[in-house]
């Protein structure tokens, strides 16, 4: 997920809707997890992470490996101190926090973040 950098983009405004439609394009574009670039695996591999676990883009670099649980369903795991932590903090006194994330199996495996997930971490294990 290194190869995924930060940018601090300008939010845009909350009541106007974000249309999605060329990130997606761009996901089927990449095609098959088996025939493509690690820049635009782990592209995809992001987008679809943050879309399907409706997380957000900076627990990316939050999420420990070593947590990773393969089942039959899917995938799960762990995001440390996810960006509302300070929130847990400020209301609690918890200084560390992790959320667990499950992610399923989908039919059409060209839109499938787990299985995009498990081959990055194929191919950059090479």
Not at 10 to 15: T, Y
Not at 22 to 31: E, K, P, Q, R, Y
Not at 117 to 126: A, F, M, P, S, W
């Amino acid at each position: 997920m290194n190869a995924i950098k930060k940018s601090n983009t300008s939010p845009s405004a909350p009541n106007n809707p974000i249309d999605i439609i060329l990130a997606l394009d761009f996901i089927i574009s990449v095609g098959s997890n088996e025939n493509t670039y690690i820049l635009n695996l782990s592209q995809k591999t992001a987008f679809l992470i943050v879309l399907e676990s409706a997380s957000r883009p900076s627990d990316l670099y939050r999420i420990k490996l070593g947590t990773l649980q393969k089942t039959s369903y899917g995938i799960s795991f762990s995001v440390i101190n996810p960006k509302e932590t300070n929130i847990l903090i400020l209301h609690s006194g918890n200084k560390s926090v992790s959320k667990k994330i499950f992610i399923d199996y989908y039919e059409d495996t060209e839109l499938c973040s787990s299985l995009a997930i498990l081959k990055l971490l194929e191919q950059t294990q090479e």
